[in-house]
């Protein structure tokens, strides 16, 4: 059974820093290219980063380039999004989400961690 | 980037009616678009992708069509379950992949 889950989020200050991970079972997790996307209350789905199926390639949306650092670890079967200089438009839920096929459609999704930045 | 405009913002339906929603892309996407649904308080679910192909398991009254700039979900005959939130997205000039602001189809 396919399974992400996501953890690490929380209530932060501006400016701080907070790791999130997405653990992956029940597929092949290591020939799979992951993204993280975002939903702030009540709007509508924003990608954030993508890392490539070994993790050598990484792409960001220009709101999070320079702060964001998205990476994996296929040993453990997890993904990861470091994020720096947090600011209050950070306010989220992150969702990981299963790249399909090398499609650059996102066919699985998980159930998101919140993030909350507010002084 | 791509920009993807979707409309209605709303549509309001009953059971059982026809549901047709619209993406438009500020440029060609050829059939490289998805369909997405979200229910509150869940993660999307994939739907249809390449324009036209259904995801696994997703029930035949879903169908989408367009290429280009313009395209179209259809939902034939409305479920309960099918009141939700649908977001388009391209995957045809990344990055970043680009979503619409999505559509609520609600009763």
């Known amino acids: 059974q396919v399974q992400t889950v996501e953890s690490g989020g929380g209530v932060v200050q501006p400016g701080t820093s907070l790791r999130l991970s997405c653990a992956a079972s029940?597929?092949?997790?290591?020939?799979?290219?992951m993204h993280w996307v975002r939903q702030a209350p009540g709007k509508g789905l924003e990608w954030v980063a993508v890392?490539?199926?070994?993790?050598?390639?990484?792409y960001y949306a220009d709101s999070v380039k320079g702060r964001f650092s998205i990476s994996r670890d296929n040993s453990q079967n997890t993904m990861y999004l470091q994020m720096d200089s947090l600011r209050t438009e950070d306010t989220a839920m992150y969702f990981c989400?299963?790249?399909?096929?090398?499609?650059?459609?996102?066919?699985?999704w998980g159930q998101g961690t919140l993030v909350s930045v507010s002084s | 980037e791509i920009v993807l405009t979707q409309s209605p913002a709303t549509l309001s339906l009953s059971p059982g009616e026809r549901a047709t929603l619209s993406c438009r892309a500020s440029?060609?996407?050829?059939?490289?678009l998805a369909w997405y649904q979200q229910k509150p308080g869940q993660a999307p679910r994939l739907l249809i992708y390449?324009?036209?192909t259904r995801a696994t398991d997703i029930p035949a009254r879903f169908s989408g069509s367009g290429s280009g700039t313009d395209f179209t979900l259809t939902i034939t005959g409305l479920e309960p379950e099918d009141f939700a939130v649908y977001y388009c997205?391209?995957?045809?000039?990344?990055?970043?992949?680009?979503f619409g602001q999505g559509t609520e189809v609600e009763i």
């Open positions: 989400a299963r790249e399909l096929l090398g499609s650059g459609y996102l066919d699985f």
């Open positions: 029940g597929f092949s997790f290591s020939r799979c290219s």
């Open positions: 890392t490539g199926r070994d993790g050598r390639t990484q």
């Open positions: 440029q060609s996407v050829d059939t490289s």
């Open positions: 390449d324009a036209s």
């Open positions: 997205q391209q995957r045809r000039n990344w990055p970043p992949w680009t």
